[in-house]
Protein backbone atom coordinates (compact mmCIF):
# COMPACT_ATOMS: atom_id res chain seq x y z
CA UNK A 1 0.00 0.00 0.00
CA UNK A 2 2.57 2.35 0.92
CA UNK A 3 4.42 1.90 -2.88
CA UNK A 4 1.27 2.01 -4.64
CA UNK A 5 0.61 5.80 -2.63
CA UNK A 6 3.64 7.01 -3.50
CA UNK A 7 3.50 5.82 -7.02
CA UNK A 8 0.47 8.15 -7.49
CA UNK A 9 2.19 10.66 -5.94
CA UNK A 10 5.16 10.90 -7.96
CA UNK A 11 2.85 10.73 -11.66
CA UNK A 12 3.20 14.30 -11.46
CA UNK A 13 6.93 14.36 -11.87
CA UNK A 14 8.25 11.77 -14.41
CA UNK A 15 12.29 11.88 -14.09
CA UNK A 16 10.87 9.95 -11.02
CA UNK A 17 9.81 6.71 -11.97
CA UNK A 18 13.39 5.07 -11.94
CA UNK A 19 13.56 6.24 -8.34
CA UNK A 20 9.76 4.98 -6.91
CA UNK A 21 10.86 1.68 -8.72
CA UNK A 22 13.94 1.66 -6.69
CA UNK A 23 12.49 3.10 -3.28
CA UNK A 24 9.92 -0.05 -3.41
CA UNK A 25 12.05 -3.06 -4.40
CA UNK A 26 12.64 -4.97 -1.34
CA UNK A 27 11.59 -2.93 0.93
CA UNK A 28 14.35 -0.71 1.13
CA UNK A 29 13.47 3.16 1.15
CA UNK A 30 16.73 5.09 -0.70
CA UNK A 31 14.65 8.30 -0.55
CA UNK A 32 15.62 9.82 2.97
CA UNK A 33 19.21 9.52 1.64
CA UNK A 34 19.17 10.78 -1.99
CA UNK A 35 16.76 14.08 -0.46
CA UNK A 36 19.55 14.36 1.78
CA UNK A 37 22.73 14.27 -0.37
CA UNK A 38 21.02 16.35 -3.22
CA UNK A 39 20.81 18.62 -0.56
CA UNK A 40 23.84 18.77 1.03
CA UNK A 41 25.39 18.70 -2.56
CA UNK A 42 23.29 21.94 -3.76
CA UNK A 43 23.79 24.02 -0.98
CA UNK A 44 27.37 23.27 -1.30
CA UNK A 45 27.42 25.45 -4.73
CA UNK A 46 27.10 28.85 -3.77
CA UNK A 47 24.84 29.96 -7.19
CA UNK A 48 23.11 27.75 -9.89
CA UNK A 49 21.89 28.11 -13.24
CA UNK A 50 18.08 28.08 -13.98
CA UNK A 51 17.94 24.57 -15.26
CA UNK A 52 20.43 23.47 -12.00
CA UNK A 53 17.60 24.81 -9.86
CA UNK A 54 14.42 23.39 -11.52
CA UNK A 55 15.96 19.84 -11.74
CA UNK A 56 16.82 20.14 -7.88
CA UNK A 57 13.06 21.88 -7.20
CA UNK A 58 11.31 19.01 -9.17
CA UNK A 59 13.35 16.73 -7.80
CA UNK A 60 13.01 18.02 -3.81
CA UNK A 61 9.12 18.10 -4.90
CA UNK A 62 8.34 14.96 -5.12
CA UNK A 63 10.85 13.57 -1.86
CA UNK A 64 9.66 16.05 0.46
CA UNK A 65 6.55 14.60 1.75
CA UNK A 66 8.02 11.21 1.29
CA UNK A 67 10.48 11.17 3.57
CA UNK A 68 10.85 10.51 7.50
CA UNK A 69 10.53 13.74 10.20
CA UNK A 70 14.74 13.65 11.00
CA UNK A 71 15.37 14.05 7.49
CA UNK A 72 12.21 16.42 7.35
CA UNK A 73 14.04 18.54 9.85
CA UNK A 74 17.61 18.16 8.08
CA UNK A 75 16.52 19.42 5.08
CA UNK A 76 15.06 22.51 6.60
CA UNK A 77 18.09 23.47 8.27
CA UNK A 78 20.09 22.64 5.37
CA UNK A 79 18.13 25.35 3.19
CA UNK A 80 17.33 27.57 5.76
CA UNK A 81 21.23 28.09 5.93
CA UNK A 82 21.51 28.97 2.40
CA UNK A 83 20.90 32.52 1.05
CA UNK A 84 19.92 31.33 -2.56
CA UNK A 85 17.60 28.25 -1.39
CA UNK A 86 13.86 27.66 -3.74
CA UNK A 87 11.09 29.57 -2.27
CA UNK A 88 9.26 26.25 -3.79
CA UNK A 89 10.99 23.99 -1.50
CA UNK A 90 11.44 26.23 1.67
CA UNK A 91 7.34 26.89 1.12
CA UNK A 92 6.82 23.33 0.90
CA UNK A 93 9.01 22.41 3.80
CA UNK A 94 6.72 25.23 5.70
CA UNK A 95 3.52 24.05 4.95
CA UNK A 96 3.79 20.51 5.50
CA UNK A 97 6.18 18.72 7.51
CA UNK A 98 6.87 15.41 7.28
CA UNK A 99 4.37 12.97 9.56
CA UNK A 100 5.71 9.62 8.44
CA UNK A 101 7.79 7.88 11.75
CA UNK A 102 11.63 8.02 11.85
CA UNK A 103 12.53 4.91 9.76
CA UNK A 104 14.61 2.56 11.68
CA UNK A 105 18.03 2.63 11.52
CA UNK A 106 21.53 0.79 12.92
CA UNK A 107 22.85 4.19 14.41
CA UNK A 108 21.58 7.82 15.23
CA UNK A 109 20.99 10.56 12.64
CA UNK A 110 23.37 13.24 12.25
CA UNK A 111 20.84 16.04 13.33
CA UNK A 112 23.03 18.81 12.88
CA UNK A 113 24.72 20.16 9.31
CA UNK A 114 27.40 18.02 7.93
CA UNK A 115 30.85 19.71 7.34
CA UNK A 116 31.54 19.89 3.54
CA UNK A 117 33.41 16.97 1.77
CA UNK A 118 31.88 14.88 4.64
CA UNK A 119 28.90 13.13 2.58
CA UNK A 120 28.78 9.37 3.36
CA UNK A 121 31.46 8.22 0.56
CA UNK A 122 29.29 4.73 0.66
CA UNK A 123 26.16 6.59 -0.05
CA UNK A 124 27.00 8.43 -2.41
CA UNK A 125 28.59 5.68 -4.63
CA UNK A 126 25.83 3.72 -3.97
CA UNK A 127 22.94 6.52 -4.85
CA UNK A 128 24.86 7.31 -8.52
CA UNK A 129 24.55 4.06 -9.59
CA UNK A 130 20.90 3.43 -8.05
CA UNK A 131 19.64 6.96 -9.85
CA UNK A 132 18.43 7.22 -13.52
CA UNK A 133 20.15 9.73 -16.16
CA UNK A 134 18.76 13.05 -14.81
CA UNK A 135 19.48 12.32 -11.14
CA UNK A 136 23.15 10.76 -11.96
CA UNK A 137 23.21 14.24 -13.59
CA UNK A 138 22.25 16.42 -10.92
CA UNK A 139 25.15 14.67 -8.82
CA UNK A 140 27.75 15.37 -11.18
CA UNK A 141 26.88 18.84 -11.43
CA UNK A 142 27.02 19.85 -7.82
CA UNK A 143 30.29 17.75 -7.41
CA UNK A 144 32.81 20.39 -8.88
CA UNK A 145 32.23 22.25 -5.80
CA UNK A 146 31.93 19.48 -2.99
CA UNK A 147 35.42 19.87 -1.94
CA UNK A 148 37.04 23.14 -2.18
CA UNK A 149 39.78 21.50 -0.29
CA UNK A 150 40.49 18.84 -2.26
CA UNK A 151 43.50 17.06 -2.98
CA UNK A 152 46.11 17.72 -5.84
CA UNK A 153 44.76 16.99 -9.07
CA UNK A 154 45.99 13.36 -10.12
CA UNK A 155 48.17 13.23 -13.20
CA UNK A 156 46.48 12.13 -16.59
CA UNK A 157 47.02 8.65 -17.36
CA UNK A 158 49.63 7.75 -19.91
CA UNK A 159 49.32 7.64 -23.47
CA UNK A 160 49.50 3.31 -22.96
CA UNK A 161 47.10 2.71 -20.20
CA UNK A 162 44.50 4.91 -22.54
CA UNK A 163 45.63 2.75 -25.66
CA UNK A 164 44.98 -0.74 -23.70
CA UNK A 165 41.48 0.64 -22.47
CA UNK A 166 40.21 1.42 -25.90
CA UNK A 167 41.96 -1.81 -27.14
CA UNK A 168 39.76 -3.93 -25.15
CA UNK A 169 36.60 -1.86 -25.73
CA UNK A 170 37.28 -2.62 -29.28
CA UNK A 171 38.21 -6.18 -28.47
CA UNK A 172 34.76 -6.30 -26.71
CA UNK A 173 36.57 -7.10 -23.48
CA UNK A 174 34.77 -5.86 -20.84
CA UNK A 175 37.03 -8.16 -17.94
CA UNK A 176 39.86 -6.54 -19.80
CA UNK A 177 38.72 -3.08 -19.82
CA UNK A 178 37.41 -3.75 -16.12
CA UNK A 179 41.18 -5.13 -14.82
CA UNK A 180 42.92 -1.94 -16.53
CA UNK A 181 40.51 0.23 -14.56
CA UNK A 182 41.53 -1.12 -11.54
CA UNK A 183 44.96 -0.10 -12.37
CA UNK A 184 44.47 2.71 -14.18
CA UNK A 185 41.91 4.68 -11.45
CA UNK A 186 43.14 2.95 -8.64
CA UNK A 187 39.36 1.68 -7.48
CA UNK A 188 38.40 -1.91 -6.32
CA UNK A 189 37.71 -4.36 -9.04
CA UNK A 190 33.79 -4.59 -7.86
CA UNK A 191 33.90 -1.39 -8.72
CA UNK A 192 35.64 -1.02 -12.02
CA UNK A 193 33.24 -4.39 -12.95
CA UNK A 194 30.16 -2.18 -12.17
CA UNK A 195 30.99 1.45 -14.12
CA UNK A 196 32.18 -1.53 -16.98
CA UNK A 197 28.81 -2.62 -17.07
CA UNK A 198 26.63 -0.12 -16.46
CA UNK A 199 23.72 0.28 -19.01
CA UNK A 200 23.66 3.89 -18.59
CA UNK A 201 27.27 5.09 -19.27
CA UNK A 202 27.69 8.08 -16.86
CA UNK A 203 30.56 6.13 -15.18
CA UNK A 204 32.30 5.42 -17.97
CA UNK A 205 32.25 9.16 -18.91
CA UNK A 206 33.54 9.87 -15.34
CA UNK A 207 36.63 7.69 -15.52
CA UNK A 208 37.28 9.07 -19.47
CA UNK A 209 37.26 12.71 -17.72
CA UNK A 210 39.11 11.44 -14.75
CA UNK A 211 42.20 9.97 -17.19
CA UNK A 212 42.26 12.21 -19.44
CA UNK A 213 40.64 10.78 -21.74
CA UNK A 214 40.00 12.54 -25.40
CA UNK A 215 36.31 12.75 -26.78
CA UNK A 216 37.15 10.40 -29.78
CA UNK A 217 38.75 7.51 -27.72
CA UNK A 218 35.66 7.72 -25.36
CA UNK A 219 33.68 7.70 -28.40
CA UNK A 220 34.55 4.49 -29.62
CA UNK A 221 34.93 3.21 -26.51
CA UNK A 222 31.37 3.56 -25.75
CA UNK A 223 30.31 2.08 -29.54
CA UNK A 224 32.04 -1.24 -28.62
CA UNK A 225 32.39 -1.79 -25.40
CA UNK A 226 28.80 -2.17 -23.97
CA UNK A 227 26.20 -3.33 -26.75
CA UNK A 228 23.11 -1.79 -24.27
CA UNK A 229 25.04 1.62 -24.92
CA UNK A 230 26.33 1.31 -28.22
CA UNK A 231 23.54 0.05 -30.20
CA UNK A 232 21.84 3.64 -29.45
CA UNK A 233 23.43 5.95 -30.91
CA UNK A 234 21.09 8.76 -29.24
CA UNK A 235 22.72 7.46 -25.94
CA UNK A 236 26.26 8.08 -27.24
CA UNK A 237 25.73 11.77 -28.30
CA UNK A 238 24.08 12.54 -25.05
CA UNK A 239 26.74 10.52 -23.32
CA UNK A 240 29.40 12.78 -25.53
CA UNK A 241 27.28 16.03 -24.60
CA UNK A 242 27.74 15.01 -20.79
CA UNK A 243 31.37 14.66 -20.75
CA UNK A 244 31.43 17.85 -22.89
CA UNK A 245 29.57 19.33 -19.96
CA UNK A 246 31.50 17.22 -17.21
CA UNK A 247 34.18 19.96 -15.25
CA UNK A 248 37.48 17.64 -14.63
CA UNK A 249 37.17 18.98 -10.76
CA UNK A 250 33.68 16.75 -10.51
CA UNK A 251 35.03 13.83 -12.20
CA UNK A 252 38.06 14.17 -9.84
CA UNK A 253 35.60 14.54 -6.89
CA UNK A 254 33.75 11.65 -7.92
CA UNK A 255 36.92 9.32 -8.63
CA UNK A 256 38.09 10.08 -4.83
CA UNK A 257 34.40 8.82 -3.61
CA UNK A 258 35.00 6.16 -6.04
CA UNK A 259 38.48 5.01 -4.27
CA UNK A 260 37.59 5.91 -0.56
CA UNK A 261 34.56 4.25 -0.85
CA UNK A 262 36.18 1.09 -2.13
CA UNK A 263 39.14 0.75 0.49
CA UNK A 264 42.01 1.94 -2.47
CA UNK A 265 43.34 5.55 -1.79
CA UNK A 266 46.71 5.61 -4.32
CA UNK A 267 45.79 5.46 -8.09
CA UNK A 268 48.28 2.54 -9.82
CA UNK A 269 48.55 3.42 -13.15
CA UNK A 270 50.30 0.98 -15.35
CA UNK A 271 53.98 2.14 -16.40
CA UNK A 272 53.88 2.79 -19.66
CA UNK A 273 56.10 -0.55 -20.48
CA UNK A 274 54.16 -2.56 -18.03
CA UNK A 275 53.57 -6.23 -18.95
CA UNK A 276 54.45 -5.22 -22.57
CA UNK A 277 55.25 -8.40 -23.91
CA UNK A 278 51.25 -10.44 -22.84
CA UNK A 279 49.88 -7.42 -24.03
CA UNK A 280 51.46 -6.95 -27.26
CA UNK A 281 50.90 -10.85 -27.66
CA UNK A 282 47.38 -10.14 -27.63
CA UNK A 283 47.13 -7.10 -29.91
CA UNK A 284 49.01 -9.02 -32.51
CA UNK A 285 46.43 -12.21 -32.08
CA UNK A 286 43.62 -9.89 -32.31
CA UNK A 287 41.34 -10.74 -35.33
CA UNK A 288 40.77 -8.62 -38.42
CA UNK A 289 37.12 -7.83 -37.67
CA UNK A 290 38.65 -5.56 -34.28
CA UNK A 291 41.39 -4.36 -36.29
CA UNK A 292 39.26 -3.16 -39.33
CA UNK A 293 36.03 -1.81 -36.64
CA UNK A 294 38.79 0.41 -35.35
CA UNK A 295 39.41 2.09 -38.21
CA UNK A 296 35.97 2.86 -39.27
CA UNK A 297 35.80 4.60 -35.92
CA UNK A 298 38.73 6.74 -36.46
CA UNK A 299 37.05 9.79 -36.61
CA UNK A 300 34.57 11.72 -34.05
CA UNK A 301 31.10 11.86 -33.32
CA UNK A 302 30.02 15.13 -34.95
CA UNK A 303 29.41 16.61 -31.24
CA UNK A 304 30.52 19.84 -29.87
CA UNK A 305 33.50 18.90 -26.96
CA UNK A 306 35.30 21.89 -25.33
CA UNK A 307 38.48 20.21 -24.21
CA UNK A 308 37.82 20.58 -21.02
Known sequence: MYCVEA?????????????????????????PTLLRVLTDLYV???KHSADEEAQYVELALGLIDA???PTHAIVAARLSAYPAAPTAILARLAASPSSLPAAPAPAPIETKPAPKNEIAKNDLVELFFAANTEERRLILTNLDV????????????????????????????????????VRALGISPNLAERITRDASGEPIVVAARALGMT????????????????QSVARVYDLARLYDDLAPAAAERMLA????AGGRSKP?????????????????????????????????????????
Open 215 to 230: AAVLQRILLFLNPAIG
Open 257 to 260: IWRQ
Open 7 to 31: MAKFTAYPPLDGLVDLACRDGVDIR
Open 67 to 69: VDA
Open 146 to 181: AAETAARRPAPASSEVIRRLENAALQRNPGEFSRML
Open 268 to 308: VHAPVHWDDERHEARTLSTPARYRSDRRRVTQPLHVKTSGK
Open 44 to 46: QKP
